[in-house]
C-alpha cells in the first residue's frame, strides 16, 4: 500500500512490486489482488505483463495517502535511483505522468549541471522501462533561478499541480513556490 500510496504515480507489474517491498511474489499478489477488490487499485495487461496502476478516483486515496506519509518514508523508486548520477544536480521532480496530471508541461524536470550524454540515455532506458514516451526538461540553476524570480509561467504549472520531488539541494531562496495540494515528500534524500 505504502508503494501506491507515497511511491511515484506509475504502473507496477508484480515483480517489479516484490522487489521495491522486498516480498514474496505470492504474498505481493496476495495483497495486490485485495487491493483490486476494494477498487483502490486497477489492472491491465501489455507485453504479457499484469501492470497495476492507482485508481485516482479510489475515494480514501487523499486520506491513505496521507496517512502512508506520515507513518514514514516512502518507498524509493528504483527507476530514479541513479538520477544524481548524471552530473550535479540540484532539483529533480516528477510531473505529469509520474503525478497523473494531464496539463503538465513536462514528465521530468532537472535542474543543475547534467551530462547530455548521460541523461539521454537514462531517459531512452526510463521509457524502456515504462514503455512509454517521457518529456523532460532540464535547466540550468541560473536559469531556473531566472524564470523563478519571473514566476515562469512553465514553472507555475509544475508546482501549482502535485509533483514529487527526486533530489532538492536548492537552498532556501530557490525552493519551489508551492501551492500544489497533495504534494508528496522527497523520495530520494537530499545532501
Not at 121 to 135: D, N, Y
Amino acid at each position: 500500500m505504502t508503494l501506491f500510496a507515497t511511491g511515484v504515480k506509475r504502473p507496477y507489474y508484480v515483480r517489479e512490486i516484490s522487489r521495491h517491498v522486498n516480498e514474496r511474489l505470492n504474498a505481493v499478489r496476495r495483497e495486490l489482488e485485495i487491493l483490486r477488490k476494494i477498487g483502490m487499485l486497477t489492472t491491465y495487461n501489455e507485453r504479457h505483463r499484469k501492470y497495476y496502476v492507482v485508481n485516482p478516483v479510489f475515494p480514501l486515496l487523499t486520506e491513505l495517502t496521507s496517512i502512508m506519509q506520515k507513518s514514514g518514508p516512502g518507498i524509493e523508486d528504483i527507476l530514479f535511483k541513479d538520477i544524481g548520477r548524471l552530473g550535479d544536480i540540484r532539483f529533480a521532480a516528477l510531473s505529469g505522468f509520474f503525478t497523473d496530471t494531464k496539463d503538465a508541461p513536462t514528465d521530468l524536470l532537472i535542474v543543475g549541471t547534467a551530462d547530455e550524454a548521460r541523461l539521454t540515455a537514462f531517459v531512452k532506458k526510463l521509457e524502456k522501462q515504462l514503455q512509454r514516451e517521457i518529456t523532460y526538461t532540464p535547466m540550468t540553476e541560473s536559469e531556473y533561478r531566472y524564470r523563478r524570480n519571473f514566476n515562469d509561467l512553465f514553472l507555475r504549472q509544475i508546482f501549482t499541480h502535485p509533483f514529487k520531488e527526486l533530489i532538492n539541494k536548492l537552498g532556501p531562496d530557490l525552493q519551489p513556490a508551492v501551492n500544489a495540494p497533495k504534494q508528496s515528500a522527497s523520495i530520494l534524500k537530499s545532501a
